[in-house]
Nanobody
Framework: QVQLVESGGGLVQAGGSLRLSCAAS????????MGWFRQAPGKERDFVAA????????YYADSVKGRSTISRDNAKNTVYLQMNSLKPEDTAVYYC????????????????WGQGTQVTVSS
């Protein structure tokens, strides 16, 4: 069982930056691939980024590639999403998720989810 708690969301102007954090409970964090997803009102939950168990491999959605960086600190049981050059279309609730084994880009393949953190980008 893994419990995930996101933080770091907020209101930011276009062009600004935010760093989201996701703290995980449990002693087996390094056994879980981690992902970030986002969901805007009336839309499906979309993949943003994912990272492998040890952090060596990362994956990004085209919409955030070059503007965002996912990283993890297994000693702190935490995964991060640094987002730069934010755009109004990045406005959404951002969720972190965990799954055993290989990272994935499909929400349905993740077993554990946080409660989400709101990111609002004003124009």
């Amino acid at each position: 069982q893994v419990q995930l708690v996101e933080s770091g969301g907020g209101l930011v102007q276009a062009g600004g930056s935010l760093r989201l954090s996701c703290a995980a409970s449990g002693r087996t964090f390094s056994s879980y691939a981690m992902g970030w997803f986002r969901q805007a009102p009336g839309k499906e939950r979309d993949f943003v980024a994912a990272i492998s168990l040890g952090g060596a491999t990362t994956y990004y959605a085209d919409s955030v590639k070059g503007r965002s960086t996912i990283s993890r600190d297994n000693a702190k049981n935490t995964v991060y999403l640094q987002m730069n050059s934010l755009k109004p279309e990045d406005t959404a609730v951002y969720y972190c998720a965990a799954k055993l084994g290989v990272a994935a880009v499909t929400p349905a393949r993740y077993d554990y989810w946080g409660q989400g953190t709101q990111v609002t980008v004003s124009s």
